[in-house]
C-alpha cells in the first residue's frame, strides 16, 4: 500500500489560498509573506471557498477495490481520477488481494479465503482460454482485488473526506488509505503538514460531539 503525491501538487497550498483571496480583496499579492497570513486569516475564518484552489495529485497504489468503490463517493469539488483498467491489465495470471485483518489472523479462515482468490484466478484464466473477452471476464474479479488510482482532489474535499474517513467507525482499510495519504502530504511539504495536523480530524473533533447514532464512545453524542 502506498501514496505519491504527484510533483503538480503545489507545495505552497496555505501562500495559494492568500494570494486567490488578495485578488477577491484587491490587495497586494505580491508579498509571500503576506499572502501567507492573509492564507492562515482564510482558513481560520472558514472561508471555504479559498480552501477549492489548491489541487492534490496522488497515485494510490495497492488498495482494494473496494475502498475505491467507497472513494468514488466523494464527490464534492468535482474530483478527477482514472483506474488500472480490468480491460488491458491481464488479471488472468494472478492478482494480489487484501486481507482483512479478521482473516489474517485465522488459520482456517485464511486457508478458505486465499483457496476462494486462487479459484476466482483459475476460473478468469479458464474463461479467457474459452475466448470470452477480457471486459467480460473482469466482472468476476472480487472487491478484495487490489488496484490503483491516479486522482485529483482539493484541499477543501480531503478536509471533508477526513472528517468521515478518520471516525473510527469508518472501514478499517479506509481508514488506513487516509492515514497513509496524511503521511504523505506531510512530508510533501511544511505548508501541507500544517494543513494535515489542524484540519484533516474525524468530525467528532470538528464538533465536539458525536453524530453518530452508534457512535465508539470516544465522543459522547450532542446534549
Known amino acids: 500500500m ?16 492568500g494570494t486567490e483571496a488578495g485578488v477577491c480583496y484587491g490587495s497586494d499579492t505580491t508579498d509571500k509573506d503576506k499572502n501567507y497570513k492573509r492564507g492562515i486569516d482564510c482558513l481560520e ?25 467507497e472513494w468514488y463517493t466523494h464527490i464534492g469539488g468535482s474530483p478527477t481520477r482514472l483506474q488500472a483498467s480490468t ?4 488479471y488472468q495470471k494472478g492478482f494480489d488481494y487484501f486481507t482483512p485483518p479478521s482473516i489474517e489472523n485465522n488459520n482456517m ?16 484464466q479458464e474463461l479467457e482460454d474459452l475466448g470470452i473477452p477480457r471486459e467480460d471476464s473482469a466482472n468476476g474479479l ?21 472528517h468521515q474517513r478518520e471516525c473510527t467507525r469508518a472501514y478499517h482499510e479506509y481508514r488506513k488509505l487516509f492515514k497513509d495519504i496524511c503521511i ?9 503538514k500544517y494543513l494535515v495536523e489542524n484540519y484533516f480530524m474525524p468530525k467528532c473533533d470538528v ?4 453524530t453518530e447514532k452508534k457512535g465508539c464512545g470516544r465522543k459522547h453524542g450532542k446534549l
Open 184 to 192: 504523505a502530504l506531510s512530508e510533501y511539504s511544511e505548508e501541507w
Open 109 to 124: 479462515a485464511k486457508f478458505k479465503y486465499d483457496a476462494m482468490m486462487r479459484n476466482i484466478s483459475n476460473t478468469l
Open 87 to 90: 480491460r488491458y491489465i491481464n
Open 45 to 69: 475564518s472558514n472561508h471555504g471557498r479559498t480552501w477549492e484552489f489548491p489541487d492534490v495529485y496522488m497515485i494510490l497504489d495497492e488498495y482494494s477495490a473496494r475502498v475505491f468503490r
Open 142 to 162: 472480487p472487491l478484495g482485488m487490489m488496484s490503483k488510482i491516479v486522482c485529483k482532489h482539493n484541499f477543501r474535499n480531503l478536509v471533508d473526506m477526513s
Open 2 to 17: 502506498s501514496v505519491i503525491i504527484q510533483d503538480f501538487t503545489y507545495k505552497y497550498p496555505i501562500q495559494m489560498i
Open 207 to 210: 464538533y465536539g460531539y458525536c
